[in-house]
């Protein structure tokens, strides 16, 4: 998005809650319903995102990058690669859980051709950085150092994405920590982490 002015940036961030209100109260994103949450005029979401579409790969995109920001891109601490990924995989869940609109994106939410075009964008972003994630436990010893990194990456986030798919569509959800222990389960054994790295660090 090209740089706008601080009003200008303050209306097309209250533009996108608003959509985000109308999605997860309604499951659709509707450019009139969306100005009137907004308290807008009915012309502001086209000039902002010029389409229907415009406005939900924007509401798509933003999601995305906050939660990219929150896990992918995050510095966590811990001694080693794995301790490192236990904490992610904690965050992601916590992450998911909290935000209202990630049931309907990773459930729910349908779109065009050019809202699909935005999503696979965003899931190849976040594959592309857990390539560099498992090169750098492949490096440490931690994860199988025969596999390919990419598709480890894809496998991981993939596998990641219906769990939460599934999860997130239960009445009651599970429990988080039920959760956090299928995920590292499920990732640790796609990765082939060590078992006597496992083992050392006193990780299940």
Same mark, same amino acid.
């Given at each position: 998005?090209?740089?706008?002015?601080?009003?200008?940036a303050?209306?097309?961030?209250?533009?996108l809650?608003?959509?985000?209100?109308?999605?997860?109260?309604?499951?659709?994103?509707?450019?009139?319903?969306?100005?009137?949450?907004?308290?807008?005029?009915v012309?502001?979401?086209y000039?902002?995102?010029g389409?229907?579409?415009?406005?939900?790969?924007?509401l798509?995109?933003?999601?995305?990058?906050?939660?990219?920001?929150?896990?992918?891109?995050?510095?966590?601490?811990?001694?080693?690669?794995?301790?490192?990924?236990?904490?992610?995989?904690?965050?992601?869940?916590d992450?998911?859980?909290?935000?209202?609109?990630?049931?309907?994106?990773?459930?729910?939410?349908?779109? +065009?051709? !050019?809202?699909? =075009?935005?999503?696979?964008?965003?899931?190849?972003?976040? /594959?592309? $950085?857990?390539?560099?994630?498992i %090169?750098?436990?492949?490096?440490?010893g931690?994860?199988?150092?025969?596999? +390919?990194? !990419?598709?480890? =990456?894809?496998?991981?986030?993939?596998?990641?994405?219906a /769990?939460? $798919?599934?999860v997130?569509?239960? %009445?009651?959800?599970?429990d988080?920590?039920?959760?956090?222990?299928?995920?590292?389960?499920?990732?640790i =054994?796609?990765?082939?982490?060590?078992?006597?790295?496992?083992?050392?660090?006193?990780?299940?």
């Amino acid at each position: 998005m090209e740089s706008l002015s601080r009003r200008a940036a303050a209306t097309h961030r209250r533009l996108l809650e608003a959509a985000a209100e109308e999605l997860i109260e309604t499951g659709d994103v509707e450019v009139a319903a969306v100005a009137r949450r907004a308290g807008l005029s009915v012309g502001l979401p086209y000039r902002y995102f010029g389409t229907r579409s415009g406005l939900m790969s924007a509401l798509l995109a933003d999601f995305y990058d906050r939660l990219v920001a929150d896990t992918v891109l995050a510095s966590f601490d811990g001694r080693t690669w794995l301790e490192r990924w236990r904490t992610q995989v904690v965050t992601w869940v916590d992450r998911v859980y909290a935000d209202p609109l990630a049931p309907v994106v990773l459930g729910r939410m349908v779109g +065009d051709a !050019e809202v699909a =075009a935005m999503e696979a964008r965003c899931v190849r972003q976040i /594959i592309a $950085t857990g390539v560099t994630h498992i %090169t750098a436990g492949q490096a440490e010893g931690a994860v199988a150092a025969d596999r +390919d990194p !990419e598709l480890l =990456a894809a496998g991981v986030v993939g596998g990641m994405r219906a /769990i939460f $798919t599934i999860v997130l569509d239960k %009445t009651p959800r599970p429990d988080r920590d039920t959760v956090v222990a299928e995920i590292w389960k499920f990732t640790i =054994a796609a990765l082939g982490a060590d078992d006597a790295a496992l083992r050392e660090e006193h990780l299940p």
